[in-house]
Every structure is written in C-alpha cells, then in structure tokens.
C-alpha cells in the first residue's frame, strides 16, 4: 500500500509565525503535491513538485512556498502565517504518467489564531 | 473559474436506494476522471476512475458514467450504505506536458445515508 505520512496532524500557530509542514511517500512517486480543502470550497491545490527541486504554482500559491530536496519529501512553508490560512493541508502523490491515481495523506489542520 | 463544478453541496439518501452524484467540467482537454471519498479528519480516497476513452466503469456498487459530449460524470452508488456516508470529490485530469499529473478537484457533495 502506498503510505503518504504528513508529521503533523493538528497545528496551532500565532499570526506572523513561520510554519512547516512536512510530507513523505514511500513509494518513489515523482509527482508529489500540497492542497488544502476549505468547507464549499473543494480541494485546491497550492504548490505541486514533478522531481526533485522542481516545482509548479498551483491555483493559490500566494503565502505559500514549498521544497522538494529529496524524491520521498516535500515540504509545505508558509513564511508568515495569516489567520486566512486556517485550513486542513493535504499532502498526496502520485507516478509520473497522467491517468494515475493520486494518493492522500491523512491531512494537518492547521489553525493560525 | 471553477473548471470541475459539483452543483449539489448535499445529498440524502435511503439505505438501499440508488446514489447518484453528478459533476460537470468545462476543459475539453480533460481526459481523465477519477472520484475520492473523504471522512471528517481524514485524507480522501481513491473511488474509481474513468478514461475519456470510455463512457462507463464499474467496480462493485459503484459505477462512473461519463458524457464527453454533454462534459458532465456521474457517479451511481447502489445499494447505498450508512457507511457511504462521506463527502465525495469529482477530479479531473489531462492534457498539458507536467501538468498533466495534477488533479483539479469538484465543490464536493456530501453524501448521507439514512438507515
């Protein structure tokens, strides 16, 4: 089974903090990704990496920026954290061809107060 | 712009009966489909999937159809369970050269089923 393992499951961080989410996959995926689902809003994806040290803007990149040093770790950083950024982070993966499935970590709940 | 739209945010259904979940996309170069499940508090799930080369898959009690034509999937669910109750996502996916890999995801509809 593949394993996607986010290190945090819940998160409370002040306003300005800077915060790190990590994620790892065991399954030598190259294509590696960060959402985050709000209520109505659906999964949207913020940053996602095709190998390492390469990276994509997703639809809302802004506040965010990521980093992909090793294939299985992909971080999620958000550089001065702002209450609008309270939301669950999903972190999945995913082979290299299109048509794959793509496959979820259990998710961090970050609240930023 | 929402390319993937699910337009029902709920659904209620009796156990036993048909779940039908629909969702429409506007990017005609989308290709591949795929549906997740999600419980509260945790990651979603792989459902089942769907090629543009086909109109139809079945996989026990679920079935995705797809209308190229109409751009419109829906996902068929019967008979329903009381734990089939979760938020089900409509994805879709294709086209572009790195891009291609990722995966624009529906509203999602919460599905309920009563027993």
């Known amino acids: 089974d593949v394993k996607v393992t986010q290190s945090s499951r819940y998160l409370v961080k002040r306003t300005g903090e800077k915060v790190f989410l990590e994620c790892v996959q065991d399954?030598?995926?190259?294509?590696m990704f960060w959402y985050r689902q709000d209520p109505g809003l659906g999964l949207r994806l913020i940053y996602f990496s095709y190998d390492v040290k390469m990276k994509e803007k997703g639809d809302i990149p802004e506040g965010y920026s990521v980093s992909r040093e090793k294939k299985e770790r992909f971080s999620l950083i958000l550089e001065s954290a702002s209450t609008n950024q309270t939301s669950m982070y999903l972190c999945?993966?995913?082979?290299?061809?299109?048509?794959?499935?793509?496959?979820f970590g259990e998710g961090s709940w970050l609240t930023v107060v | 712009d929402q390319q993937v739209k699910q337009n029902s945010p709920s659904l209620s259904v009796q156990e036993g009966r048909i779940s039908i979940l629909n969702c429409d996309y506007t990017?005609?170069?989308?290709?591949?489909f795929l549906w997740y499940k999600k419980y509260p508090a945790e990651g979603p799930t792989f459902l089942i999937s769907?090629?543009?080369?086909?109109d139809k898959n079945e996989d026990g009690r679920f079935t995705v159809f797809l209308n190229k034509s109409a751009k419109h999937l829906s996902l068929h669910i019967v008979p329903s369970q009381p734990g089939d109750s979760a938020v089900y996502f409509c994805a879709a996916s294709g086209g572009w050269e790195t891009s291609g890999s990722r995966l624009t995801f529906g509203e999602g509809t919460q599905l309920t089923v009563n027993p």
């Open positions: 999945a993966s995913k082979m290299g061809t299109a048509g794959n499935t793509i496959y």
């Open positions: 990017n005609s170069m989308f290709d591949y």
């Open positions: 399954m030598d995926h190259e294509n």
């Open positions: 769907i090629s543009s080369i086909k």
